[in-house]
């Protein structure tokens, strides 16, 4: 069973930073790629950005690209979210997740494994 556990969420002032981490237990963590996604009050999950296997290509949403860079460790099986010049409608829960396979996708269904969440709250 693989379990995701993200930290590293909190309240900060909007041109603030934060930096998500997520730590993966098994033993094939480098076999996936990972990505993060948020969900606001009252509105669907979305997409915010993934990493490959190797960690040698990412893609963000439109919204965050440019602000958010995620990283990943895959000798520490820990991947991160590093968000710079935060913007109140950055103010989410942050998940990672796991894919299903070793492609990379925007789309929730091809997730398999999802940590509990971690709360970003970015003040005006």
Not at 22 to 48: H, I, L
Not at 54 to 81: E, I, M, P, W
Request: aromatic residues 12%; proline residues 2%.
């Amino acid at each position: 069973q693989v379990q995701l556990v993200e930290s590293g969420g909190g309240l900060v002032q909007a041109g603030g930073s934060l930096r998500l981490s997520c730590a993966a237990s098994g033993r094939t963590f480098s076999s996936y790629a990972m990505a993060w996604f948020r969900q606001a009050p009252g509105k669907e999950r979305e997409f915010v950005a993934v990493i490959t296997l190797s960690g040698g290509s990412t893609y963000y949403a439109d919204s965050v690209k440019g602000r958010f860079t995620t990283s990943r460790d895959n000798a520490n099986n820990t991947v991160h979210l590093q968000m710079n010049s935060l913007k109140p409608e950055d103010t989410a829960v942050y998940y990672c997740a796991r894919s299903r396979s070793i492609r990379w996708s925007r789309y929730q269904y091809d997730y398999e494994y999802w940590g509990q969440g971690t709360q970003v709250t970015v003040s005006s």
